[in-house]
């Protein structure tokens, strides 16, 4: 019979093609986005939209919770508790760093779309930082 070995959830979360980021309204309800990360460090970074409601949540707080999912949020893993923040705007280059390492050419198209909403002086892509929680 052959061995089974249990699934690390944190390199699972860590090495996931997309993850499920979940935010808390201020009332405590639960809300789930599935989304790209990519790892630097043991930390999550995230791209997002800054009006999106996730980064009005994180605002609020920082709590979250990661878990490994499908692209529509169809959770494949444990879900792990981690704390959010924002990321400065000086952070943003070592993000897509990250994110174009990770997911090549598509991550290119977002970053050159944000480089060119940054020469019209429109507004640009914001940063999470997710950090797990031992």
Known sequence: MPEQ??????????????VALTTYRLDGRAVVTP????EREGRL???????????????????????????????TGAPLTATARILATDELGGMW??????????AVAFRLYDRVRGLLRMRVSAGIEVSLTP
């Open 97 to 106: 760093g990250a994110l174009v390492k990770k997911y090549g050419l598509p």
């Open 5 to 18: 070995t249990a699934t690390d959830p944190r390199a699972a979360i860590l090495t996931a093609q997309y």
């Open 35 to 38: 989304v790209w990360a990519a």
């Open 45 to 75: 970074l995230i791209f997002s939209n800054p009006a999106a409601g996730k980064m009005k949540r994180l605002r609020n707080s920082p709590r979250a919770s990661v878990a490994p999912c499908t692209w529509n949020g169809t959770l």
